[in-house]
């Protein structure tokens, strides 16, 4: 249970395209984080697989079954929105226990579900307050506990960490990861931060303009991405692009080096000044002016005694090296 | 406004306008107070004496007093049952997306640019009228009798011209109430399976009660004191089937030109509605905080 399966999904508003039909598989049990820039059609395709839109061709099937035309209570999914969507004249315990009214539990398994639900995510102590007497941690926590007594065959997130502040995001990343390995349900996230992604997904889907741009684990896309938008997304910080010259030396259009596969080294082959570096204790961050390429970002690790106006000498790590063509698409060797 | 010159200076340049707003309130007030303990009749001038609480002992006795203050609470009450139920209705179908939506909501908020003494007059004359009338052109077209609503069910038919009045002031703040509501919650109340009705009985009823609460509390200030609607259709009658506590202070200070009697009858009118004002605050003011 919790097969999610999209064929040649289609979606536009008015005359506006928004999902340029989109081919994907989600396995029962993975977690599957849609990244992208904003407006790339993320958070409208999570509402299309929850039924809140509907598609403008195109099926979604969940379970082995046709969803498209189901509403979205019937399709078996628990959404958790970027607000949080609490209801707030409801107590925490009564927003939990909301789906389970609606679907007309008897009152004491009720009781016993939100009980546990609670339990699960430390939120025992704060049942009889409201939303708004709530951090946005607790908040959070709160709408989770409503989608996870449901049951549901699969989880949605919009985006649920974008409201809170950057520890709290990493904590929570954390307890989502948690939960996803102790209930073994399909997760499917959505997010802009590529961090968030990394971190917790099994399956990236990296989207751009309403298309699939790759699929694949974190470790797959970062190590070879398809095309130069993916080497661009994914990673902290970007991958320097070198074009021309420098490019055509390795027979392509583009090359593509990550900032942490650049080394230091007196005697390599680039030559440039630091414009600018940030000193991070852990790492530090080198904008260099390198004559003939242009501005390379290098993390050097640890600390540094380099500071603007210095000289430096950079190399490349063999076979860390990206290479694109005139389409941006990546060359393989 | 944070140190203590700017507040010295604010409090001084407020003051006039408060000191106005006070002498505004208090001179016609102090006066009524004033005539309410006099023998004051306009058609013996120079007769005037104090005469204690007489004038008040003569306004409850009154016959028509009891009948008069059961007749105001029902207007009032059962205004603010139609205007309620049916703006919270009228807002829930403007909410929806429809062609025209400009223009209808023009047409709703629209009764409530007419002025009073008009609307009743149209409603008297055109609508209800039993021989003119188009309700009894309706009836008539049915082969039923007309029925003669001033004659027959006089505060009723003035509870709904009322109401028709008011109704559009109800439906706009119910209507900016409900579009304030969060999408996300609609939506998550969808995924968890509330059906449209739930939806609306768990969401909106509760989003919608502080606005409900701002509309009871100035509805009911404003229709203690319903006058034209009164005097243009039944004028307090038949008997005193229509007369409230307003409409007796004007019949006695303005028709029998008995002063005193009608400011004794103005400061029982002021103390009742403070005594609702202070009710209602207890009952749903508590929803108008945080």
Not at chain 1, 31 to 50: D, E, H, N, Y
Not at chain 1, 188 to 206: C, F, G, L, P, S
Not at chain 1, 232 to 245: C, E, L, R, T
Not at chain 1, 265 to 293: C, M, N, R, Y
Request: net charge neutral; glycine share 10%.
């Amino acid at each position: 249970m919790g097969e999610i399966v999209l064929s040649e999904v289609k979606k536009s508003f008015g005359g506006v395209s928004i999902i340029q039909g989109i081919d994907l598989t989600i396995d029962d049990g993975e977690f599957a984080v849609f990244v992208g820039p904003s407006g790339c059609g993320k958070s409208t395709l999570l509402r299309l697989i929850a039924g809140l839109e509907d598609t403008s061709s195109g099926t979604i099937s969940i379970d082995g079954h046709d969803a498209t035309r189901l509403p979205p209570a019937r399709r078996g999914l628990a959404m958790v929105f970027q607000s949080y969507a609490l209801y707030p004249h409801m107590s925490v315990r009564k927003n939990i226990a909301f789906p389970l009214r609606m679907a007309g539990m008897p009152q004491d398994e009720q009781a016993r579900k939100v009980e546990a639900a609670a339990k699960v995510l430390n939120l025992t102590p704060y049942l009889d307050r409201r939303p708004g007497q709530l951090s946005g941690g607790q908040r959070q926590r709160v709408a989770i506990g409503r989608a996870i007594v449901r049951e549901p065959s699969a989880f949605l997130f919009d985006e649920p960490l974008s409201n809170l502040d950057a520890a709290l995001r990493v904590s929570m990343r954390q307890e989502i990861s948690e939960l996803h390995r102790s209930l073994k349900t399909t997760m499917v996230y959505v997010t802009h931060d590529q961090v968030e992604a990394m971190t917790m997904a099994d399956k990236i889907v990296v989207l751009n303009a309403g298309r699939i741009e790759q699929v694949g684990s974190p470790l797959e896309l970062y190590k070879s991405p398809a095309n130069l938008f993916v080497a661009g997304f994914i990673g902290s910080p970007k991958m320097n692009f070198i074009a021309g010259a420098e490019a055509a030396k390795h027979g392509v259009h583009t090359i593509g080096v990550r900032p942490e596969h650049i080394v230091l080294a007196a005697d390599g082959p680039w030559k440039g000044v630091v414009g600018l570096a940030e000193h991070l204790g852990s790492d530090t961050f080198l904008k260099v002016q390198v004559d003939g390429i242009g501005p390379l970002t290098v993390r050097a690790g640890g600390e540094v005694g380099l500071n603007y106006g210095d000289t430096v000498g950079l190399a490349p790590q063999a076979g860390k090296l990206h290479r694109f063509d005139e389409g941006g698409r990546a060359v393989a060797g | 406004m944070a140190t203590q010159a700017s507040q010295t200076a604010s409090r001084l340049m407020l003051s006039p306008a408060v000191l106005l707003l006070f002498l505004w309130m208090i001179v016609p007030l102090g006066m009524t107070i004033y005539f309410s303990f006099l023998r004051f009749n306009l058609l013996m001038p120079g007769t005037e004496a104090f005469t204690g609480f007489e004038n008040y002992v003569y306004f409850f006795t009154d016959p028509a007093f009891w009948p008069a203050l059961a007749n105001t609470l029902t207007l009032v009450l059962g205004v603010l049952f139609i205007t309620v139920i049916g703006g919270v209705a009228l807002a829930v179908l403007l909410d929806q997306p429809m062609w025209g939506q400009g223009i209808v909501r023009v047409l709703v908020i629209a009764p409530f640019f007419v002025m009073p003494s008009v609307s009743a007059l149209v409603w008297k004359n055109m609508l209800m009228n039993p021989v003119n009338g188009l309700f009894a052109a309706f009836a008539r077209g049915l082969g039923l009798e007309p029925f003669d609503f001033f004659a027959d069910a006089p505060l009723a038919s003035i509870i709904v011209i009322v109401a028709w009045q008011w109704l559009p002031f109800a439906t706009l703040i119910l209507l900016t109430a409900m579009q304030s509501l969060d999408r996300e919650q609609m939506e998550a109340a969808e995924m968890d399976g509330a059906g449209p009705f739930w939806r609306f009985l768990h969401l909106t009823v509760p989003h919608l009660t502080r606005a409900t609460t701002v509309v009871v509390l100035i509805q009911t200030i404003f229709l203690l004191s319903v006058f034209a609607e009164i005097l243009v259709t039944t004028n307090g009658g038949p008997g005193t089937a229509s007369t409230t506590l307003t409409f007796l202070v004007y019949m006695q200070s303005m028709l029998q030109f008995d002063v005193g009697l009608g400011s004794a009858g103005g400061i029982v009118a002021v103390i009742l509605a403070n005594i609702v004002a202070i009710f209602l605050m207890r009952m749903i003011g508590k929803n108008l905080e945080a």
